[in-house]
Structure formats: C-alpha cells, structure tokens
C-alpha cells in the first residue's frame, strides 16, 4: 500500500512557465511534509517543507499548497527555469521523538526546455 | 561542513555474492537512516539508528540485510547472499534536530546492480 501517491511521473514545460506537482497521502497523522530534489547523480536535498497548520508556505520561486481536508499537497515553481529540471519527491513523516522515518512519493522528473 | 558520503558509488555483483555499503554521515548527526530507491519506484525506507542503536528497522526487506553502525559513527550496510530484486540505489541520510524537525541530508546513493 502506497501512503504517498505523487502525479505527475514526469512533466515537461516552457521556461518562464508554472510547474506543478502534486501529491496525496493516507495517514492523517502525517504532520510534516517535506519536498526533496534531486539532480542526477546526487542525493536527494530537501527543498522545502510544511506543516499542517498552514496552508501555505513561499521560499522564493517555490510554493506548497496544503489541503489538510482532502490530504492533499503541491509543489509549485512558479517562473520555471532550465536549472529546475530534475527529479522532485514529496514525502510525509510523523515528527514521534527518534522516529521520523520519510514516506517518499514515486518522484516527477521535471525537464524545463528554454 | 563535508556532506554524507557513501562508498561505492556503484557496484555489480553476482546473484549469491555479498556485497557492503558504507556511509558516512555528517560529524555531529546522531541519526543515521538508510533508505532504497528500486528502479521508477519510490524511495523506500530500510532502518534508522540513533547514535549505534537500532531504532527502527521496519523497513529492511529480509534478513538478508544487515546493518551497523560501529561506535556511532558509519554504519555499513551488508547484502548476503544478494539476489537479483535488491538491485537499486541505497541512500543514506543522517539528521539533526532543527527547530524540532530533524531534518535529514542524502548521500549521493550507491548504484547495486545485482546479476
């Protein structure tokens, strides 16, 4: 059973364009949702993360948006640029005292052409 | 400050052989984790050791695998025998409490490709 379903597998746009990925989860007792990125050949780094008593969190050209309701949260990149292209994975964790394992989603490999 | 290092970055072996990771987290970081990206599928958690301690090992597929963490500091992961499903990428990530998250950084993956 997956916890974390992400969608799209892999995204393509113009750049200058709005990127979106999204993601969805099972336990409602998830309370940190972090988003990762990964270039090729590299270890996943975190890029930014929400907790649940927010609907919404900005650090620069990256935003998630968070439905606490429909278990339901996106990454959006907003003025998308070809340095961007890379592999993104949202993931969920239960912040209990040393153990925070993450539930990571299948990964969006996003190509942003010029 | 140097990042986690893993050792190899990749490996092939045969169906029946053994194989060891090694990783080696950010001095400092008490936690340890090891995780498995099978190909086009999510990054699946393995284990997690606070410090030399198991804390969670929920993860690890069989006992095939076994893990360590001598004094606290790398921890090495051994496929044995290996067959050809543990083929993937092994990350390892170690964290810090930071504003009560511990927020955790990857290695750069070992590549396993089983034959």
């Known amino acids: 059973q997956q916890q974390v379903k992400q969608s799209p597998q892999s995204l393509i746009v113009q750049k200058g364009g709005i990127s979106i990925i999204n993601c969805a989860y099972e336990?409602?007792?998830?309370?940190?949702f972090p988003w990762y990125q990964q270039f090729p050949g590299k270890g996943p780094a975190l890029l930014i993360a929400?907790?649940?008593?927010?609907s919404e969190k900005k650090e620069g050209r990256f935003t998630i948006s968070f439905n606490k309701s429909a278990k339901q949260f996106s990454l959006h990149i907003m003025d998308s640029q070809p340095g961007d292209s890379a592999t993104y994975f949202c993931?969920?964790?239960?912040?209990?005292?040393?153990?925070?394992?993450?539930?990571f989603g299948t990964g969006t490999r996003l190509q942003v052409f010029p | 400050e140097a990042g986690v290092t893993q050792f190899p970055s990749h490996s092939v072996i045969e169906k029946g052989q053994t194989v060891t990771l090694r990783c080696d987290p950010i001095s400092g970081h008490d936690n340890l984790y090891w995780y498995r990206r099978v190909m086009g599928k999510e990054i699946k958690f393995l284990l997690h050791f606070v410090k030399e301690s198991k804390q969670d090992e929920s993860g690890m597929p069989n006992n095939r695998f076994l893990a360590e963490r001598t004094g606290g500091t790398y921890s090495t992961l051994k496929v044995q025998p290996a067959e050809l499903e543990d083929s993937g990428v092994y990350f390892c990530?170690?964290?810090?409490?930071?504003?009560?998250?511990?927020?955790?950084?990857f290695g750069p993956g070992t590549r396993l490709t089983v034959t």
């Open positions: 993931a969920a964790t239960l912040l209990l005292v040393n153990t925070d394992k993450l539930i």
């Open positions: 990530a170690s964290s810090r409490r930071v504003n009560s998250v511990y927020e955790q950084y």
């Open positions: 929400i907790r649940p008593d927010v």
């Open positions: 336990n409602t007792a998830f309370d940190y």
